[in-house]
């Protein structure tokens, strides 16, 4: 079974362009997260849907942020405009029903805003 | 409010010797207590998980942890370093089965030859 599917892996851009990570979750799960890392704030929830639905988003940063799940096999997380304070590595991860915190990770994408 | 420290942002062992990896948790409820493992350039890999069954967990790759209320901890283990097992390890804590993971900084684990 493939895992957690991202894109890009990495993405170099520059300041005030828009940005969009792509993420398809493993078929079948239910739970859909969007994390990032960075070396000061460490791992941190930015939201997660539950069957295509936004539940908790109070993790995203600000208005610059948007993300979407417009059908169970397919989630963006949008970054506009880009600083370069968003700089940091992506991650999407997957749950299946009756397991959400087995949380199964993407390999992440690693962002650079000049 | 869940939290959880992670005492040690390095932690450097010899092939075969022991591993422990320290993680303290702060919970209100009864926590639900998770290690996740992160080798490099890749997403994090669940290694166990404790949710309120026998204190003495164990996971993938010869690793274990041991839930203690009394010390609040969840340290991880495992007797006999390999190469293999160096990567960030991650303690995690939820309050329910159902409610957000709160991550640690992590642990770098290093293992000399």
């Known amino acids: 079974d493939a895992g957690v599917i991202q894109s890009p892996r990495h993405e170099v851009t520059e300041m005030g362009q828009e940005v969009t990570l792509r993420c398809k979750p493993i078929s079948g799960h239910d739970y859909l997260f969007w994390y990032r890392q960075t070396m000061m704030r460490g791992l941190e929830l930015l939201i997660y849907f539950n069957n295509n639905v936004p539940i908790d988003d109070s993790g995203m940063p600000e208005d610059r942020f948007s993300a979407k799940m417009p059908n169970a096999s397919f989630s963006t997380l949008k970054i506009q405009p880009s600083e370069p304070r968003d700089s940091a590595v992506y991650f999407c991860?997957?749950?299946?029903?009756?397991?959400?915190?087995?949380?199964?990770f993407g390999p992440g994408t690693r962002l650079t805003v000049l | 409010a869940q939290s959880v420290t992670q005492l040690g942002s390095h932690v450097s062992v010899s092939e075969g010797a022991l591993v422990l990896l320290r993680c303290n948790y702060s919970?209100?409820?009864?926590?639900?207590l998770f290690w996740y493992v992160q080798y490099p350039n890749q997403g994090l890999q669940l290694l166990l998980k404790y949710t309120s069954a026998a204190t003495l967990v164990k996971g993938i790759n010869g690793f274990e942890a041991e839930f203690k209320k009394s010390e609040t901890s969840f340290h991880l283990t495992k007797p006999s370093a390999h190469m293999s097992d160096a990567a960030e390890y991650f303690c995690a804590v939820s309050a329910s089965g159902n409610t957000p993971l709160v991550f640690g900084k992590g642990t770098r684990l290093s293992v000399i030859a």
């Open positions: 919970s209100s409820v009864p926590p639900y």
């Open positions: 991860a997957s749950s299946p029903i009756g397991a959400y915190n087995e949380q199964f």
